[in-house]
Protein backbone atom coordinates (compact mmCIF):
# COMPACT_ATOMS: atom_id res chain seq x y z
CA UNK A 1 0.00 0.00 0.00
CA UNK A 2 1.38 3.79 -0.88
CA UNK A 3 -0.90 6.80 -0.47
CA UNK A 4 0.59 10.08 0.20
CA UNK A 5 -1.91 12.89 -0.13
CA UNK A 6 -0.36 16.54 1.08
CA UNK A 7 -0.24 20.25 0.96
CA UNK A 8 2.85 21.27 -0.11
CA UNK A 9 4.56 25.00 -0.23
CA UNK A 10 7.04 24.17 -3.30
CA UNK A 11 9.88 26.38 -2.86
CA UNK A 12 9.96 25.35 0.73
CA UNK A 13 9.86 21.54 -0.17
CA UNK A 14 12.44 22.09 -3.26
CA UNK A 15 14.84 23.90 -0.58
CA UNK A 16 14.69 21.57 2.08
CA UNK A 17 15.46 18.17 -0.40
CA UNK A 18 18.40 20.47 -1.92
CA UNK A 19 20.20 21.65 1.38
CA UNK A 20 23.90 21.43 2.10
CA UNK A 21 25.27 20.66 5.54
CA UNK A 22 22.08 19.68 7.22
CA UNK A 23 19.30 16.52 7.23
CA UNK A 24 16.63 17.01 4.65
CA UNK A 25 13.14 17.22 6.38
CA UNK A 26 9.53 17.29 4.95
CA UNK A 27 7.52 20.23 5.23
CA UNK A 28 4.34 18.84 3.77
CA UNK A 29 0.73 18.55 5.76
CA UNK A 30 -0.03 15.82 4.74
CA UNK A 31 -2.07 12.10 4.82
CA UNK A 32 0.46 8.75 4.83
CA UNK A 33 0.57 4.81 4.70
CA UNK A 34 3.46 3.52 6.87
CA UNK A 35 5.80 0.84 6.17
CA UNK A 36 2.97 -1.54 8.52
CA UNK A 37 -0.33 0.04 6.13
CA UNK A 38 -1.00 1.89 8.74
CA UNK A 39 -2.37 5.93 8.22
CA UNK A 40 -0.72 8.78 9.71
CA UNK A 41 -2.14 12.10 9.47
CA UNK A 42 1.02 14.97 9.95
CA UNK A 43 -0.50 18.46 10.27
CA UNK A 44 1.88 21.56 11.13
CA UNK A 45 4.62 19.15 12.06
CA UNK A 46 2.24 17.30 14.55
CA UNK A 47 1.36 13.96 13.75
CA UNK A 48 -1.85 12.23 14.54
CA UNK A 49 -3.36 8.50 14.47
CA UNK A 50 -6.22 7.68 12.14
CA UNK A 51 -8.00 4.53 11.78
CA UNK A 52 -7.67 2.87 8.51
CA UNK A 53 -11.44 2.98 7.76
CA UNK A 54 -11.52 6.67 8.05
CA UNK A 55 -8.77 7.28 6.32
CA UNK A 56 -9.41 5.19 3.17
CA UNK A 57 -12.99 6.92 3.13
CA UNK A 58 -10.70 10.08 3.41
CA UNK A 59 -8.88 8.84 0.42
CA UNK A 60 -11.76 8.16 -1.70
CA UNK A 61 -13.11 12.27 -0.78
CA UNK A 62 -9.57 13.36 -2.52
CA UNK A 63 -10.05 11.25 -5.62
CA UNK A 64 -13.23 12.58 -6.02
CA UNK A 65 -12.07 15.84 -6.32
CA UNK A 66 -9.20 15.29 -8.49
CA UNK A 67 -9.45 16.04 -12.24
CA UNK A 68 -6.61 14.13 -13.67
CA UNK A 69 -4.39 11.30 -13.29
CA UNK A 70 -0.37 10.73 -14.35
CA UNK A 71 1.54 8.37 -14.53
CA UNK A 72 4.63 8.44 -11.55
CA UNK A 73 5.17 10.56 -9.26
CA UNK A 74 4.68 14.84 -8.63
CA UNK A 75 7.29 16.70 -9.97
CA UNK A 76 9.36 17.94 -7.79
CA UNK A 77 10.58 21.84 -8.37
CA UNK A 78 10.00 25.62 -6.73
CA UNK A 79 6.35 25.73 -8.53
CA UNK A 80 3.87 23.64 -10.76
CA UNK A 81 1.66 25.67 -13.36
CA UNK A 82 2.55 28.91 -12.16
CA UNK A 83 1.79 28.16 -8.64
CA UNK A 84 4.31 28.04 -5.30
CA UNK A 85 2.01 25.67 -3.61
CA UNK A 86 0.20 22.46 -4.60
CA UNK A 87 -2.02 19.61 -3.91
CA UNK A 88 0.16 16.39 -4.14
CA UNK A 89 -1.69 13.31 -4.49
CA UNK A 90 0.10 9.85 -5.10
CA UNK A 91 -1.72 6.83 -4.84
CA UNK A 92 0.67 2.63 -5.88
CA UNK A 93 -2.20 0.75 -8.07
CA UNK A 94 -0.94 -2.61 -9.48
CA UNK A 95 1.84 -1.96 -8.58
CA UNK A 96 2.31 1.18 -10.75
CA UNK A 97 2.84 4.69 -9.17
CA UNK A 98 0.11 7.62 -10.49
CA UNK A 99 -0.19 11.69 -9.40
CA UNK A 100 -3.56 13.38 -9.74
CA UNK A 101 -4.66 17.32 -10.31
CA UNK A 102 -6.04 18.57 -7.26
CA UNK A 103 -6.81 22.36 -6.49
CA UNK A 104 -4.31 22.64 -3.78
CA UNK A 105 -6.74 25.23 -1.05
CA UNK A 106 -9.42 22.52 -1.19
CA UNK A 107 -7.23 20.32 -0.31
CA UNK A 108 -5.71 21.99 2.71
CA UNK A 109 -9.37 22.51 4.19
CA UNK A 110 -9.81 19.07 3.32
CA UNK A 111 -6.76 18.03 5.70
CA UNK A 112 -7.36 20.87 8.34
CA UNK A 113 -11.03 19.29 8.61
CA UNK A 114 -9.73 15.86 9.08
CA UNK A 115 -6.69 16.83 11.43
CA UNK A 116 -9.74 18.81 13.46
CA UNK A 117 -11.26 15.15 13.76
CA UNK A 118 -8.63 13.70 15.48
CA UNK A 119 -8.25 15.05 18.71
CA UNK A 120 -4.38 15.83 20.13
CA UNK A 121 -1.20 15.35 18.26
CA UNK A 122 0.59 11.83 19.47
CA UNK A 123 3.77 12.31 21.66
CA UNK A 124 6.95 10.63 20.37
CA UNK A 125 5.82 7.51 22.20
CA UNK A 126 2.28 7.11 21.05
CA UNK A 127 4.14 7.90 17.46
CA UNK A 128 5.98 4.56 17.34
CA UNK A 129 3.12 2.64 19.02
CA UNK A 130 0.93 3.77 16.45
CA UNK A 131 3.39 3.07 13.28
CA UNK A 132 3.64 -0.27 15.04
CA UNK A 133 0.80 -2.09 15.94
CA UNK A 134 1.09 -5.68 16.96
CA UNK A 135 -0.41 -7.89 14.48
CA UNK A 136 -1.64 -11.36 15.93
CA UNK A 137 -0.31 -14.99 14.93
CA UNK A 138 -2.31 -16.94 12.54
CA UNK A 139 -5.00 -19.71 14.51
CA UNK A 140 -3.59 -22.72 12.89
CA UNK A 141 0.10 -23.22 11.87
CA UNK A 142 2.00 -20.51 10.66
CA UNK A 143 6.22 -20.39 9.71
CA UNK A 144 8.49 -18.57 12.60
CA UNK A 145 11.52 -16.46 11.06
CA UNK A 146 13.42 -15.25 14.07
CA UNK A 147 13.01 -14.46 17.70
CA UNK A 148 15.48 -11.70 18.49
CA UNK A 149 16.07 -10.18 22.14
CA UNK A 150 18.58 -6.80 22.12
CA UNK A 151 19.83 -3.60 22.92
CA UNK A 152 17.91 -0.98 21.32
CA UNK A 153 20.01 1.98 20.19
CA UNK A 154 19.30 5.00 18.55
CA UNK A 155 21.97 6.99 17.25
CA UNK A 156 22.28 10.76 17.40
CA UNK A 157 20.66 12.67 14.55
CA UNK A 158 23.54 15.37 15.14
CA UNK A 159 25.82 15.87 11.74
CA UNK A 160 27.28 12.72 10.41
CA UNK A 161 30.71 12.45 11.76
CA UNK A 162 33.48 9.56 12.53
CA UNK A 163 32.56 8.51 15.75
CA UNK A 164 28.94 7.97 14.81
CA UNK A 165 29.59 5.69 11.87
CA UNK A 166 30.26 2.84 14.71
CA UNK A 167 27.55 1.43 16.52
CA UNK A 168 27.88 0.20 20.16
CA UNK A 169 27.30 -3.33 20.77
CA UNK A 170 23.96 -4.51 21.40
CA UNK A 171 24.50 -8.05 22.87
CA UNK A 172 21.91 -9.74 20.52
CA UNK A 173 20.72 -13.12 21.46
CA UNK A 174 18.47 -15.07 18.64
CA UNK A 175 16.91 -17.53 16.96
CA UNK A 176 17.26 -17.75 13.46
CA UNK A 177 16.53 -20.20 10.47
CA UNK A 178 19.11 -20.15 7.28
CA UNK A 179 19.07 -22.36 4.27
CA UNK A 180 20.84 -25.33 6.32
CA UNK A 181 20.12 -25.27 9.95
CA UNK A 182 18.47 -23.45 12.56
CA UNK A 183 19.89 -21.83 15.07
CA UNK A 184 19.93 -20.42 18.49
CA UNK A 185 23.14 -17.80 19.54
CA UNK A 186 23.16 -16.84 23.23
CA UNK A 187 25.17 -13.81 24.52
CA UNK A 188 26.22 -13.21 27.88
CA UNK A 189 28.83 -10.70 28.36
CA UNK A 190 31.25 -10.72 25.53
CA UNK A 191 30.32 -14.35 24.92
CA UNK A 192 28.25 -15.59 22.35
CA UNK A 193 27.13 -19.24 22.40
CA UNK A 194 26.08 -21.19 18.84
CA UNK A 195 23.69 -23.86 19.25
CA UNK A 196 22.15 -26.18 16.56
CA UNK A 197 18.24 -26.64 16.81
CA UNK A 198 16.90 -30.35 16.22
CA UNK A 199 13.80 -30.02 13.15
CA UNK A 200 12.36 -32.18 15.87
CA UNK A 201 11.72 -29.33 18.29
CA UNK A 202 10.75 -26.30 16.39
CA UNK A 203 6.92 -27.57 16.81
CA UNK A 204 7.67 -27.05 20.33
CA UNK A 205 9.23 -23.47 19.74
CA UNK A 206 6.08 -22.73 18.01
CA UNK A 207 3.95 -23.64 20.97
CA UNK A 208 6.12 -21.53 23.06
CA UNK A 209 6.35 -18.57 20.93
CA UNK A 210 2.47 -18.84 20.71
CA UNK A 211 2.81 -18.30 24.39
CA UNK A 212 5.25 -15.50 24.25
CA UNK A 213 3.19 -13.51 21.81
CA UNK A 214 -0.28 -14.09 23.71
CA UNK A 215 1.03 -10.50 25.87
CA UNK A 216 2.76 -8.16 23.33
CA UNK A 217 4.23 -5.09 25.08
CA UNK A 218 4.71 -1.77 23.33
CA UNK A 219 6.70 -1.14 20.39
CA UNK A 220 8.54 2.15 21.92
CA UNK A 221 11.76 1.21 23.87
CA UNK A 222 14.13 3.89 25.41
CA UNK A 223 17.35 3.95 24.16
CA UNK A 224 19.47 1.50 25.69
CA UNK A 225 17.02 -0.53 26.69
CA UNK A 226 16.55 -4.11 26.41
CA UNK A 227 13.81 -5.39 23.25
CA UNK A 228 12.80 -8.44 21.59
CA UNK A 229 10.49 -9.18 19.26
CA UNK A 230 9.45 -12.17 16.86
CA UNK A 231 9.44 -12.26 13.02
CA UNK A 232 6.63 -14.52 11.52
CA UNK A 233 4.80 -15.12 7.95
CA UNK A 234 1.53 -16.67 7.29
CA UNK A 235 1.78 -20.05 5.66
CA UNK A 236 2.10 -20.08 1.91
CA UNK A 237 2.38 -16.03 1.62
CA UNK A 238 4.46 -15.02 -0.70
CA UNK A 239 7.82 -13.42 -1.11
CA UNK A 240 6.13 -10.18 -1.53
CA UNK A 241 4.83 -10.07 1.58
CA UNK A 242 6.56 -9.40 4.08
CA UNK A 243 7.43 -10.46 7.34
CA UNK A 244 5.16 -9.51 10.46
CA UNK A 245 6.71 -8.44 13.94
CA UNK A 246 5.51 -8.92 16.98
CA UNK A 247 7.04 -6.99 20.40
CA UNK A 248 7.76 -9.39 23.10
CA UNK A 249 8.51 -9.22 26.86
CA UNK A 250 12.76 -8.71 26.62
CA UNK A 251 13.09 -11.16 29.75
CA UNK A 252 10.71 -13.54 28.80
CA UNK A 253 12.18 -13.74 25.08
CA UNK A 254 15.19 -14.50 26.49
CA UNK A 255 14.25 -17.44 28.92
CA UNK A 256 12.62 -18.84 25.62
CA UNK A 257 15.90 -18.57 23.84
CA UNK A 258 18.08 -20.38 26.84
CA UNK A 259 15.43 -23.40 26.99
CA UNK A 260 15.84 -23.43 23.15
CA UNK A 261 19.65 -23.96 23.57
CA UNK A 262 19.38 -26.05 26.66
CA UNK A 263 17.83 -28.15 24.26
CA UNK A 264 20.06 -28.53 21.46
CA UNK A 265 23.53 -29.00 20.43
CA UNK A 266 26.67 -26.48 21.20
CA UNK A 267 28.19 -25.78 17.99
CA UNK A 268 30.76 -23.08 19.52
CA UNK A 269 31.60 -20.21 21.26
CA UNK A 270 33.68 -17.30 21.01
CA UNK A 271 34.32 -14.19 22.35
CA UNK A 272 32.93 -10.95 20.83
CA UNK A 273 35.34 -7.91 20.71
CA UNK A 274 34.20 -4.34 20.90
CA UNK A 275 36.16 -2.21 18.49
CA UNK A 276 34.14 0.69 19.41
CA UNK A 277 37.14 2.02 21.14
CA UNK A 278 39.72 1.53 18.60
CA UNK A 279 37.78 3.05 15.98
CA UNK A 280 36.64 6.31 17.89
CA UNK A 281 40.46 6.68 18.74
CA UNK A 282 41.80 6.34 15.64
CA UNK A 283 39.02 8.46 14.39
CA UNK A 284 40.45 11.98 15.54
CA UNK A 285 42.08 13.84 12.68
CA UNK A 286 42.50 17.20 11.45
CA UNK A 287 38.90 19.46 12.16
CA UNK A 288 39.73 20.67 8.57
CA UNK A 289 39.41 17.21 7.15
CA UNK A 290 36.46 15.75 8.85
CA UNK A 291 34.23 19.06 7.80
CA UNK A 292 35.61 18.20 4.88
CA UNK A 293 34.30 14.83 4.56
CA UNK A 294 30.99 15.51 6.00
CA UNK A 295 30.34 18.16 2.86
CA UNK A 296 30.84 15.36 0.85
CA UNK A 297 29.05 12.64 2.57
CA UNK A 298 25.84 15.67 3.18
CA UNK A 299 26.24 16.00 -1.07
CA UNK A 300 26.14 12.37 -1.70
CA UNK A 301 23.26 12.08 0.55
CA UNK A 302 21.18 14.95 -0.92
CA UNK A 303 22.24 12.91 -4.67
CA UNK A 304 21.19 9.74 -3.62
CA UNK A 305 18.23 10.88 -1.95
CA UNK A 306 16.70 11.84 -5.03
CA UNK A 307 16.60 7.98 -5.69
CA UNK A 308 16.95 5.05 -3.02
CA UNK A 309 17.32 6.91 0.50
CA UNK A 310 13.64 7.84 1.10
CA UNK A 311 11.41 6.66 3.93
CA UNK A 312 9.21 4.11 2.18
CA UNK A 313 6.42 5.52 4.02
CA UNK A 314 6.20 9.20 4.35
CA UNK A 315 8.54 10.05 0.91
CA UNK A 316 10.99 12.09 3.59
CA UNK A 317 14.50 11.72 2.61
CA UNK A 318 16.39 8.82 4.97
CA UNK A 319 18.46 9.91 8.00
CA UNK A 320 20.26 8.48 10.75
CA UNK A 321 18.28 6.53 13.02
CA UNK A 322 16.20 3.50 13.41
CA UNK A 323 12.93 5.58 13.00
CA UNK A 324 12.06 8.46 9.96
CA UNK A 325 12.27 11.57 11.75
CA UNK A 326 9.19 12.78 10.18
CA UNK A 327 6.45 10.09 10.38
CA UNK A 328 7.79 7.48 13.22
CA UNK A 329 8.31 4.95 10.34
CA UNK A 330 11.33 2.21 10.94
CA UNK A 331 13.69 1.90 8.06
CA UNK A 332 15.28 -1.60 6.73
CA UNK A 333 18.04 -2.58 6.60
CA UNK A 334 19.16 -0.81 9.30
Keep these: MYKYIGYRDLPR???EHNQMGGTPTNSDSRLTTTEND???????????????????????????KCTDKHKGFFPR??????????????IR????????????????QM?????????????????INHCYP????????????????????????????VIDNFKPDKKTSRLVFTDDEVKVEIREDSEERTYIV????????????????????????????????????????????KDKRIFTAPDDALALL?????????????????????????????????SMMQQMQAQTQTNTNANTDFCPCCGAPRTAGKFCTECGAEYKNN
Excluded at 78 to 84: A, D, L, Q, R
Excluded at 215 to 237: H, K, L, M, R, T
Design 77 to 90: GPEYNGKSTAAVVE
Design 258 to 290: KDIASKSTLKETKKIENNNNGAIGGAFMGLGMM
Design 93 to 108: EDNEYFYYDMDDELLL
Design 198 to 241: PQSLIPEIKTKVRELCANPVEAFVENGNWESFVYFSEIGASKAD
Design 134 to 161: NPKLPEGDYDLKSIYHQIYYLPSNRPIS
Design 38 to 64: VFLLTFAGANYAITQERAEQFVQEVLS
Design 111 to 127: LTDLKDECGSPLDHRGL
Design 13 to 15: YFN
